[in-house]
């Protein structure tokens, strides 16, 4: 499933403005999600944008945002504390709601994990909680700082290394890290939870995940993340998180009625449908799918072909298999093609072999590279018979288009 990710800004906590994405599924979503990301990293760190994405294409709306002082959003961070995140949490949940729907599940990686945890008691409409290499006390954050505690406790603040980045933790937000205590919480938090959390995690240790799990009613489940390091830098993890998430959601979320699978289209007949929210379209030939969207900078969001794209792979597609059966009739050594092609507008004037002589002209280029112990003859016979495959053909003759409404 392809899906589509747009920008989104909402009101935080202290009233700045927070960005955000929302990953949407092509297809109506079955669910909403919101996504807190890791101690001072961001939205688009590469486990939130991972998850979101894989999420999405399960058909769960994922929304990620940057806390307040962070990645894209207003606000500093020096002058933030646990409790303004918790509280962004819930300012995200209030304008998913009213964008596109209550969430139903609350996603939360390394410190952003005890913050749903914080922060679900507060959003009546979710169903599931879960945490990423979460700890089970917000006050174990303050161990990456341990060495400046003494100047932040002397001066009321610090310039803190995090991760090869600077960062002022000032003692407002240690004390305030250190009031909250999650294990009560958790307990009455009343809803589902599934805890990841890897074994090889040396930031956040593992014995966390026992205790969030310990303190936790029923329904609860544990997922090992065996080799995944803490910030989950390989996107098998996130994918394999994403996925277990899914189906671990689905018991809890509503039944959804199944899938009217579309009747198969006749040969040679294409269907293509799209919102006009965005530029992706959703294809079907026959009984395959597939879809088109148009680059970032033209206003689309990169997750397919272009229509030029896709003009330029049934030519090339139509010229290889082309060359195949030929080439298997005359039973020449045709190892392997590789046909590149690329669309460009010229004036008339700079086409020195096109019969017209004013305006622009589309010209395809198209370069063939033909593997195995052919001939100089073989290879330029195959050169001409690329010529003559039926796209090939169909382009260059007169085509008559018909369009009607139905």
Known sequence: MTTDVQRFEFAGSDGQVLSARIHLPAVEPIACAVFAHCFTCSKDSRAATYISSALAEKGIATLRFDFTGLGESEGEFDGTTFSHNVSDIVAATDALRDAYGAPALLIGHSLGGSAVLAAAGQISEAVGVATIGAPFEPAHVARLFDASLEE???????????????????????????????????????????????????????????????????????????????????????????????????????????????????????????????????????????????????????????????????LGACTSMTLKMYAGRKEWPLEAVRVTLRHDRVHAQDCEDCDKDTGMIDVIDKKLELEGNLSEEQRERLLAIAARCPVHRTLLNEIKIRSELV
Not at 166 to 182: M, P, Y
Not at 238 to 261: F, G, H, K, M
């Open 152 to 314: 932040i406790e002397a001066n009321g603040q610090a310039d803190v290394d995090l991760g090869g980045r600077r960062f002022t933790i000032r003692k407002s937000f240690v004390e305030d890290l250190q009031k909250h205590c999650n294990a009560e919480r958790i307990g009455s938090m009343k809803k589902a939870l599934v805890v990841f959390h890897s074994p090889q995690d040396n930031v956040v240790g593992i014995d966390n995940a026992r205790m969030i799990y310990e303190a936790a009613r029923h329904p609860k489940s544990f997922i090992s993340l065996d080799g995944a390091d803490h910030l989950l830098g390989r996107r098998s993890d996130s994918r394999y998180v994403a996925d277990v998430l899914a189906a671990w959601a689905s018991r809890y979320l509503p039944e959804q009625p199944a899938e009217e699978i579309p009747e198969e289209t006749p040969e040679g007949e294409v269907v293509v449908e799209g919102k006009t929210t965005s530029f992706l379209q959703r294809i079907q030939a026959r009984n395959l799918t597939f879809s088109a969207d148009e680059p970032l900078d033209k206003g689309g969001t990169n997750l397919a072909p272009n229509p030029y794209e896709l003009l330029l792979a049934g």
